[in-house]
């Protein structure tokens, strides 16, 4: 999960740095091939850039990303580091080191002003990184704005993190793990629901004592705790991974949120399942544990449309199919729309996949773009 490899970096990239290195070439050549070679591996994925950026008074705004219509992503900039990096992760391109490259928003203020703006966001997630990254009192900076009265459309507050298995001290005996837990119940005072987004891709990494402590502390403060991960070639493909991942995490009070295919980003050839076999994993280890183990929605791809659930495989005039669903949507006007793509036993994405009983998918006769109400003096 932590420990590069060789074959984590397709062969073509390998070569050029490895040759470029072999023949000794000056730091400024190096640096240029090595900005070629990120570019290569798809840094954003699913137009992260292109299209999840809001807009306020015909601006970029940086560090917050808009996709679906009810949540806001936002990068604060002391956030964008984590306790430690996962090889897989599809967020790499924010641990490089390359600005360019980065999402980060410098300090809650257009956060605010957007939020201001747009009232049908219900749900602000903080992300990175990792923002237990952040001591306490610069976690809320961030997290204390959205408390105002003004923002009470905004009723839930979401954080992304994998602290609990990589550091759990940071919630049970950290300097200012107290203070975090009075934040949280600051949020829950305010009427505000607090939800701890985890990271976790295998049950090892639940096993230790301080783990469950840090989730008891958590769920003490009144948080909600839910964990989500993709399914990951040579670390949790298979379905006693996740069956046993889910029942230890029903044992702690965390919630099975999602179970996601792995983003064509990165080192993806190396972690990559088709999506057939993912299909395998999941119905399989949905089928070892009881109803309250059940809860994770997969395998899901969170492509450029919106998240795309593979509900299962039918046979239609003789033909094998599998079942696709748009849980979210970019176009909130799909969300929940059934659709079919012909089988394919290699297919990792969707844009490998066929469309089936149709000759386009939902979204390519929409207009593929959030929709919101205007509002009066902000644009998007």
């Given at each position: 999960?932590?420990?590069?490899?060789?074959?984590?970096?397709?062969?073509?990239?390998?070569?050029?740095?490895?040759?470029?290195l072999?023949n000794?070439?000056?730091r400024?050549?190096?640096?240029a091939?090595?900005?070629?070679?990120?570019?290569?591996?798809n840094?954003?994925?699913?137009?992260?850039?292109?299209?999840?950026?809001?807009?306020?008074?015909?601006?970029?705004?940086?560090?917050?990303?808009?996709?679906?219509?009810?949540t806001?992503l936002v990068?604060p900039?002391?956030?964008?580091?984590c306790?430690?990096?996962?090889s897989?992760c599809?967020?790499?391109?924010?641990?490089?080191?390359?600005?360019?490259l980065k999402?980060?928003?410098?300090?809650?203020?257009?956060?605010i002003d957007?939020?201001?703006?747009?009232?049908?966001?219900?749900?602000?997630?903080?992300?990175?990184?990792d923002?237990?990254?952040?001591?306490?009192?610069?976690?809320a900076r961030?997290v204390?704005?959205?408390?105002?009265?003004?923002l009470?459309?905004?009723?839930?507050?979401?954080?992304?993190?994998?602290?609990?298995v990589?550091?759990?001290?940071?919630?049970?005996?950290?300097?200012?793990?107290?203070?975090?837990?009075?934040?949280?119940?600051?949020?829950?005072?305010?009427g505000?629901?607090?939800?701890?987004?985890l990271?976790?891709?295998?049950?090892?990494?639940?096993?230790?004592?301080?783990?469950?402590?840090?989730?008891?502390?958590?769920?003490?403060?009144?948080?909600a705790?839910?964990?989500?991960?993709p399914?990951?070639r040579?670390?949790?493909?298979?379905?006693?991974?996740?069956?046993t991942?889910?029942?230890?995490?029903?044992r702690?009070?965390?919630?099975?949120?999602?179970?996601?295919?792995?983003?064509?980003?990165g080192?993806?050839?190396?972690?990559?399942?088709?999506?057939?076999?993912?299909?395998?994993?999941?119905?399989?280890?949905?089928?070892?544990?009881?109803g309250?183990?059940r809860?994770?929605?997969?395998?899901?791809?969170?492509?450029?449309?919106?998240?795309?659930?593979?509900?299962?495989?039918t046979?239609?005039?003789?033909?094998?199919?599998f079942?696709?669903?748009?849980?979210?949507?970019?176009?909130?006007?799909?969300?929940?729309?059934l659709?079919?793509?012909?089988?394919?036993?290699s297919?990792?994405?969707?844009?490998?996949?066929t469309?089936?009983?149709?000759?386009?998918?939902?979204?390519?006769?929409?207009?593929?773009r959030?929709?919101?109400?205007?509002?009066?003096?902000?644009?998007?």
């Open positions: 999960m932590t420990f590069p490899a060789r074959e984590m970096v397709p062969p073509r990239i390998y070569d050029l740095v490895s040759d470029a072999s000794g070439v000056d400024k050549q190096l640096h091939i090595a900005q070629k070679c990120r570019q290569d591996l840094p954003h994925p699913s137009g992260q850039r292109e299209h999840n950026v809001p807009l306020l008074d015909g601006e970029p705004v940086a560090g917050l990303q808009h996709k679906y219509r009810h806001l990068f900039s002391q956030g964008q580091t306790h430690s990096y996962c897989y599809f967020r790499w391109a924010q641990f490089v080191g390359d600005a360019d999402f980060a928003a410098p300090g809650p203020g257009r956060m957007y939020l201001r703006g747009h009232r049908e966001v219900t749900d602000v997630l903080l992300t990175g990184g923002p237990l990254i952040m001591s306490t009192p610069v976690l961030w204390t704005p959205l408390l105002a009265p003004d009470e459309h905004v009723t839930n507050i979401r954080i992304g993190t994998k602290a609990v990589q550091w759990p001290y940071r919630v049970t005996s950290g300097p200012d793990a107290d203070e975090l837990l009075r934040l949280i119940e600051a949020c829950a005072a305010a505000k629901s607090v939800a701890i987004m990271h976790v891709s295998h049950p090892r990494e639940l096993e230790s004592e301080a783990a469950a402590a840090a989730v008891a502390r958590l769920r003490s403060a009144g948080a705790v839910r964990a989500q991960a399914i990951i040579h670390v949790n493909d298979s379905p006693q991974a996740w069956a991942m889910w029942r230890h995490m029903v702690l009070g965390i919630q099975p949120y999602y179970t996601f295919v792995e983003r064509d980003t080192a993806s050839s190396f972690f990559e399942v088709p999506l057939a076999r993912a299909l395998t994993i999941y119905q399989q280890a949905q089928r070892a544990v009881s309250l183990a809860t994770a929605r997969g395998p899901v791809m969170s492509a450029t449309p919106g998240k795309i659930a593979i509900d299962g495989e046979v239609v005039n003789g033909e094998r199919l079942v696709l669903r748009l849980l979210q949507a970019r176009d909130d006007a799909l969300a929940g729309t659709f079919f793509a012909r089988h394919s036993e297919a990792v994405w969707i844009d490998h996949l469309p089936a009983l149709s000759t386009s998918w939902p979204w390519e006769s929409s207009r593929d959030i929709q919101f109400e205007p509002i009066e003096g902000v644009s998007r």
